[in-house]
């Protein structure tokens, strides 16, 4: 589905990805795990079009992505759920929601935004509310649910437990699994190791902008290195 091969992204002349190479097969959840700085938020950026790698390709169900617009690459099916949420604190709920349906013109969008109340029953009580009003919870299931209104093929998903409580965590990822289930292929870069490899099919290990180490996301959990470094083991 997502074929990435030995793309290299900078930041003036400061190497961020060093010739990275990943692939997401449709169905799965893969994640991106490793240290601060690693560069697993550049890699996403990267891949929804806010960056530019300097050289490597990438291509998603076949097509380019690396000369693609960001717009265009939503179009494709790839929405992308930042880290830090970026929502529109200004915002409603509802316009903030109704902005991640913005490529579409189908009459299913009111269909869709009624299945994400239904998902985030929070967005629902908060509707009409500023999304700057919402609690730090709150808001990262407001950023999932405005990605998911573009009806997205595959999730970008940026540290989406970042700063939450751990009761708040739970909840997220058993969100991501059952997203997972109903057919939605995820991409997901996470700090807590532990909980992102636990939900994983397959992940990558990012260290200062290289792959050093790729496996299952069972395999991982039990590696040493991987124990050591980012398990608390």
């Known amino acids: 589905m997502l074929e990435i091969k030995d793309i290299n992204v900078f930041y003036g002349a400061i ?10 097969q449709r169905g799965e959840v893969v994640a991106i795990i490793g240290s601060n700085g690693a560069g697993k938020s550049t890699l996403l950026r990267t891949i929804s079009g806010m960056i530019r790698p300097r050289t490597g390709s990438m291509e998603f169900e076949g097509r380019n992505l690396v000369t693609c617009p960001a717009h265009e690459i939503v179009k494709l099916g790839i929405s992308h759920s930042p880290e830090g949420r970026r929502i529109f604190t200004n915002m ?16 299913e969008i009111g ?11 929070r967005m629902r009580e908060r509707f009409k509310q500023n999304a700057g009003t919402l609690s730090g919870g709150e808001q990262q299931m407001l950023a999932i649910g ?23 965590v739970t909840e997220i990822f058993n969100i991501v699994k059952d997203l997972n289930k109903e057919g939605c292929t995820i991409l997901i870069v996470e ?18 902008g290289s792959i050093v180490l790729t496996d299952t996301g069972k395999a991982l ?3 040493p290195k991987v124990k050591e470094a980012y398990l608390g083991g």
């Open 221 to 223: 959990l039990t590696n």
């Open 191 to 208: 700090q807590n190791a532990h909980r992102a490899l636990e939900i994983a099919h397959r992940a990558y290990v990012l260290e200062t």
């Open 111 to 121: 269909k869709d935004m009624e299945a994400v109340l239904e998902r985030f029953p």
């Open 92 to 107: 409603t709920v509802h316009e903030n929601l109704q902005l991640g349906a913005y490529i579409r013109k189908d009459a």
């Open 146 to 168: 405005r990605a998911l209104m573009s009806r997205p093929e595959l999730l970008l998903l940026d540290e989406p437990s970042l700063g939450l409580a751990p009761n708040l």
């Open 15 to 24: 190497q961020a990805l060093n010739n990275v190479s990943i692939n997401v």
